[in-house]
């Protein structure tokens, strides 16, 4: 399914669901901003209305599952560990057209965590996220969340 959608157009549709569900799901009381580029790996910029101390999130979706798990990428590149850049992992189900799953990971803790693949022959350096969505035995269970409490959760993470 959606073999004419190009992976530019899904990142740009999942990016605006990330949006639609953070927006939505902080009852309004968080504002997002999408910058012109993603150089620095930042896609969404979040804010409280009226405050200026944003969180910055790094964007990352799948439309499919490799076996049960969840499989993702993250170049060293576009990478920065910090306090307020957390990554948010999207699982799409092509099926009913809805985000099925949701991370949420603080950038530090990802470092930490994550597996690390140096540069090989072929390849840039990354780390790789893998996760089952369906089980809560793993290291990433604590990470993820409905995706109706996005919002409040990135709400929780403002002061």
Not at 66 to 86: A, C, D, K, L, P
Not at 106 to 130: D, H, I, V
């Amino acid at each position: 399914m959606f073999k004419n959608v190009s992976s530019k157009q899904k990142g740009s549709v999942i990016e605006n669901r990330a949006v639609e569900l953070i927006t939505l799901g902080s009852d309004g009381q968080l504002t997002c901003y999408l910058p012109q580029s993603d150089d620095d790996g930042i896609d969404i910029i979040v804010n409280k209305k009226g405050h200026f101390q944003s969180l910055y999130l790094q964007v990352k979706s799948r439309f499919a599952l490799n076996g049960n798990q969840f499989i993702q990428n993250v170049g060293i590149s576009t990478f920065s560990s910090h306090e307020s850049f957390y990554l948010l992992f999207f699982y799409f189900n092509t099926r009913t057209l809805e985000i099925e799953c949701v991370w949420l990971i603080p950038s530090m803790e990802f470092e930490q965590l994550a597996y690390l693949k140096k540069a090989g022959a072929t390849y840039k350096e990354f780390y790789r996220f893998s996760a089952n969505p369906y089980s809560d035995n793993n290291q990433w269970s604590k990470f993820r969340y409905d995706k109706t409490a996005l919002g409040n959760k990135l709400l929780s993470l403002l002061p």
